[in-house]
């Protein structure tokens, strides 16, 4: 184990982890607080730029929440030969393509020089079959030559795409771009289930990672573009700073949902509510579109914050928009006006919560009923652009859109 952990924001060493006896501590660099006010959330929301270090609880829910869930995490564990509770050396082995900006190294490495796809190594047709035929025992494609780190339970593959659009494999010196994901065998077609309503969402104008499918090995899987990741010409890959709720408010990834202790949207508007309206508009519109879909595992890791500036945030786009009402899936991550099921959320409780934010109950009006009236279209679009989608799919919105439209005032 290495004497400590040193976090990298923007080419910066800007904190220290360390661990003595399994407590973690968190405390920012002189150059850090030389460069940034106090109180700057620098990291995260919940570790602002302070003197004084931050203490295990904080520290762990923040580290746990750039690591994998569940299996995949047990899995990397296995491999890497530590305890899967072991957040210290997962995020040691793990740390060098986080979500976000942070690169994260023992402390004494030095930072990589600037990454590019130039430098990704390429992966031919094969190797790029293994990798998701191994993503159950190898999640993420995580091996010796390959360390990054993604939140989630679901089976991940974190690859880079090179300026020819094939793949490569990231490494300590280029990120990931893109996000392969195949389908969850419990629950049929929920690659075209996510890229049908990742769809809609975007034909509808609301702020949603860019998605494709691909077939490997008549293996369909969903791509999406990674957010966090900005492209150059010259294949320069830029890291951008984000986190997601349930960091931002120090909870641990395994309380995610409401009903758990987890957040809830008149949490998440209050922190949105420094940014102003605007990001009170685009958490209504996210509320909106999860409930046309019938998304209720939109919990507290399903939204995230975008940090392009030190003390500047914004909700960041939208991502895993699946239905999981089409699986028989009713209950919601975070409660609509107290609403703790899809089936019971109507136009009027949609407004009711949004006014609980701060929202006029006219201007949550105009825009539900404006993503109420573009829904039709942006559907048909959606379906058209998706081959294989389920037919009940379509119908569903069809029918939380007429219900929607009934109830509201």
Not at 288 to 304: P, Q, R
Not at 350 to 365: F, H, P
């Amino acid at each position: 184990m290495s004497e400590g952990l040193s976090i990298w924001l923007g080419g910066l060493d800007v904190a220290l982890v360390t661990q003595n006896r399994g407590r973690l501590r968190l405390s920012y660099t002189q150059a850090a607080q030389d460069r940034y006010a106090l109180g700057t959330p620098l990291l995260s929301l919940s570790l602002p730029l302070t003197p004084e270090h931050h203490s295990h609880g904080v520290v762990k829910a923040f580290l746990d929440g750039l690591l994998p869930e569940g299996e995949p995490r047990r899995a990397i564990a296995e491999g890497l030969n530590v305890k899967a509770s072991d957040t210290y050396a997962l995020t040691e082995a793990l740390g060098r393509d986080c979500a976000g900006a942070l690169v994260i190294l023992p402390v004494g490495e030095a930072l990589p020089t600037q990454s590019t796809t130039r430098s990704a190594v390429a992966l031919s047709q094969l190797d790029l079959e293994e990798l998701v035929a191994n993503l159950r025992s190898a999640p993420l494609g995580v091996s010796e030559n390959v360390r990054l780190s993604l939140a989630g339970v679901q089976d991940k593959l974190t690859l880079t795409r090179l300026g020819d659009g094939s793949w490569a494999l990231p490494d300590a010196v280029t990120p990931s771009t893109h996000i392969l994901k195949p389908e969850i065998a419990a629950y049929p077609n929920t690659v075209e289930n996510e890229a049908y309503c990742m769809r809609v969402a975007k034909h509808l104008g609301l702020g949603v990672a860019n998605v494709e499918t691909i077939v490997v090995n008549n293996r369909t899987l969903i791509v999406v573009e990674r957010f966090d990741r900005v492209v150059d010409p010259n294949g320069t890959v830029k890291r951008v700073h984000q986190e997601d709720i349930c960091q931002a408010l120090a909870i641990p990834p395994d309380k995610k949902y409401q009903e758990l202790g987890g957040p809830s949207l008149r949490k998440v508007a209050q922190i949105l509510d420094a940014a102003g309206t605007e990001a009170l508009d685009a958490l209504l519109r996210a509320v909106t579109i999860n409930v046309l879909i019938g998304n209720g595992d939109a919990h507290g890791k399903n939204f995230s914050l975008m940090h392009e500036r030190p003390g500047e945030i914004r909700l960041a786009p939208l991502y895993d928009l699946v239905s999981t009402y089409v699986y028989g899936e009713k209950r919601l991550a975070m409660y609509i006006d107290n609403v703790e099921r899809l089936e019971g959320v109507t136009a009027d409780r949609i407004l009711n919560e949004a006014v609980r934010w701060g929202v006029s109950r006219q201007r949550g009006r105009n825009i539900v009923e404006e993503l109420l009236e573009n829904t039709p279209a942006a559907a048909a679009a959606a379906a058209e652009e998706t081959p294989g989608v389920p037919e009940r799919l379509p119908l569903l919105v069809a029918a939380q859109l007429a219900k929607l439209g009934s109830t509201l005032p």
